[in-house]
C-alpha cells in the first residue's frame, strides 16, 4: 500500500515530528508514506490531506486520489460560518455567530476572519473605534462576529477519529489572553466527556462524513458549552502532551481498516 501525506511546505516545516511519526508508524504497518508539498506525479492508494486548501483537495478527488479528510470536510471546517450554520441545523449549542458585514453584537464583541486558525485572525474589540480599525484591515464580507462569552479564557477540544471520540482536552489561555491556544502558550489537561457531549461530536463527524477532525467548545462561566469551531487539519501537540498513545499510530490503522473493505 502506497500513500502520501501533504502539506504545504511551511507546514511540513512545523510539523516534521508529527510526520516522521506517521512515516515511522506507517512502516510498521507496511505502508509506504511519503510527504508530499505539491501535486502527485503517481497513483496512489491514499492522501492523508493536511493543508487548508479544499481548491486543492476537490481537485486531487476529481483526479481519482482517495483523500482523508475529504474536501467537504474542508470547505465546512476551514469556514467558521458554514460550521455556525451546520451547528444550527444539526441542534448543536453554538456561539452566536453573525456576518460583520451584516448584523454586530453589542461591545464587547469578537470579530474573526472567516478562514483563520490557531487563534490568528481572532480579535476582542471593546469600541467602534476598534471596530472600524478592523474593517480597513478585512473584507467586511469576510469576517464574523460573535458576542464575547466569559470563558476565563477556557476551552475543550475533542478530537474525532471517524464517529470514535480519540480523546479530549481541556485548554487555558495565558492570564493575559482571552485565547485557549495551546501553540499560543496555554496549559492543557486531559478532559472526559459525558454522554450528551459525546453525542453531539458524534453526530457532528457523522453529519460531514469527517476521517480526522478537532472539534472546538467554549466553556461559558455560567456552565454548559457552546461549538465554536471545527478544525481540519488538527494539530496533535495538545494530544500528545495529555494522552498515552500514538495519534500516527491509530490515525494510520484508521486509514489502512478503510482502505481494505
Partial sequence: MKGAVYYSLAE??????????????AENLGICL??????PAEPLDFILFRDRNPLVASELEQAGYRLFNRSTVQEIANDKLRTFELATVLGIP????FRADQQLPKVPLVLKTRGGHGGSEVFLCHSQ???????SRFDQQKLIAQPFI???????RVFMLGEEVLGAVKRAGPVDSFKSNFTLGGSVEKYSLDSAQKKQVQTISRAIRSD???????????GGWLLNEIEDPVGARSLYATHDFS???????????RLEV
Wanted: glycine fraction near 2%; hydrophobic fraction near 45%.
Fill in 12 to 25: 511540513a516545516e512545523r510539523n516534521h515530528a508529527f510526520i516522521k511519526d506517521l512515516q515511522k508508524e
Fill in 34 to 39: 511519503e510527504l508530499l508539498t505539491k501535486y
Fill in 94 to 97: 453554538v456561539v452566536p455567530t
Fill in 129 to 135: 473605534k476598534e471596530i472600524a480599525e478592523l474593517f
Fill in 150 to 156: 466569559d470563558s476565563d479564557a477556557q476551552d475543550v
Fill in 212 to 222: 480526522y477532525i478537532g472539534i472546538d467548545f467554549l466553556l461559558p462561566a455560567e
Fill in 247 to 257: 495519534v500516527a499510530e491509530k490515525l494510520l490503522h484508521y486509514i489502512k481498516e
